[in-house]
């Protein structure tokens, strides 16, 4: 296992550790301590400390640190930015890259790649200065998809959404869009300078409300609302342009489209037979957000309505529907 995450044993030291000992440490290794007994071998991928006599691979350093073990490991490291496509997320089948989208600066240097697996998982990672990659993004700069796109689209209106595939989808209808990487809830606020003076739409998946992993139990704000994933993700996008851009609204898609199922997107309502035109006359239609404003939320369903909808096609128009109606 320790070689599989040989490639991040350098940013992960210092993650958990801090800045190694300058004086005692080399291109090949990092020392930590005063005399340097805590040795990080950067061509392993390996760690020994010399004053206990221990050591081993990158997650038996996390575990040293944090006392997490097994899965809660690999989730610690996701949720700090350390990915990998040898992890094995779904029941120990081996994932396969299936899909990448590079996000890159303003003259297309790329800066760092996320990549869709099957099964089904998302991962980031950066080219290092050998043509390799290094899966771990942290302290990368930050930018928002199809950055220099963006740039050249002028006045017209920019579409939010939250994943990549919406905002190629939308572009192929040359309809500008973009989005961030990590999807709902990793928005950050650095991203928000790209967007001043522009005119923003954010459209939100239709998610259905939280379930807590462990005990399945709803899940609240602690102001009683109900945590909803992509509503929340579009009220946080809004409320950190508000200020920066030069006007920010909301498309909740479901509004026109009631039978949308739940987990639905923008792709969706495109596949159900929604044109430009028609996502044109509702953003016109649209509000400007305010942060005083009480966010809507979509009509909860059943839990086994969900589950059953989540299984369903997701093009799957309701009775009679021709296409989502304005």
């Not at 050591?55 to 073990?69: H, I, M, N, S």
């Amino acid at each position: 296992m320790a070689t599989e995450f040989a490639q991040i044993i350098e940013p992960l030291a210092k993650q958990l550790l801090g800045e190694p000992n300058a004086a005692m440490s080399s291109q090949r290794e990092l020392r930590y301590g005063s005399h340097g007994s805590l040795c990080v071998d950067l061509v392993k991928g390996t760690w020994y400390d010399h004053e206990v006599e221990q050591g081993g691979g990158a997650l038996d350093l996390v575990t040293r640190e944090t006392k997490l073990t097994g899965q809660e490991r690999l989730d610690w490291l996701k949720q700090h930015g350390f990915v990998f496509d040898t992890v094995q997320p779904n029941g120990g089948e081996r994932a396969t890259i299936i899909e990448t989208y590079d996000y890159v600066d303003e003259g297309g240097r790329m800066l760092t790649q996320v990549c869709r697996f099957d099964p089904k998982d998302f991962r980031q990672r950066r080219p290092d200065a050998n043509g390799g990659w290094v899966w771990s993004v942290k302290g990368v700069r930050q930018v928002p998809y199809r950055l220099p796109q963006l740039i050249e689209t002028g006045e017209r209106v920019v579409l939010i959404v939250e994943g990549e595939k919406d905002a190629d989808r939308l572009w192929k209808l040359g309809i500008p869009a973009t989005c961030n990487a990590g999807g709902a809830g990793k928005w950050r606020e650095e991203l928000s300078e790209f967007f001043r003076d522009a005119d923003v739409v954010v459209i939100p998946d239709r998610d259905p409300q939280k379930r807590h992993q462990k005990t399945g139990e709803l899940m609240f704000h602690s102001d009683g609302r109900p945590i909803l994933p992509g509503q929340d993700h579009a009220q946080a996008v809004a409320r950190s342009l508000h200020g920066i851009a030069a006007r920010v609204r909301v498309l909740e898609l479901w509004k026109s489209w009631p039978e949308m199922p739940m987990k639905g997107d923008v792709s969706d309502w495109i596949k159900s037979g929604g044109s430009v035109e028609q996502l044109y006359a509702l953003i016109e239609k649209l509000p400007e957000w305010s942060p005083d404003a009480v966010p809507s939320h979509a009509p909860q369903l059943p839990w086994i309505e969900i589950n059953r909808q989540t299984q369903m096609e997701p093009a799957r128009r309701g009775p009679g529907m021709e296409s989502p109606p304005i």
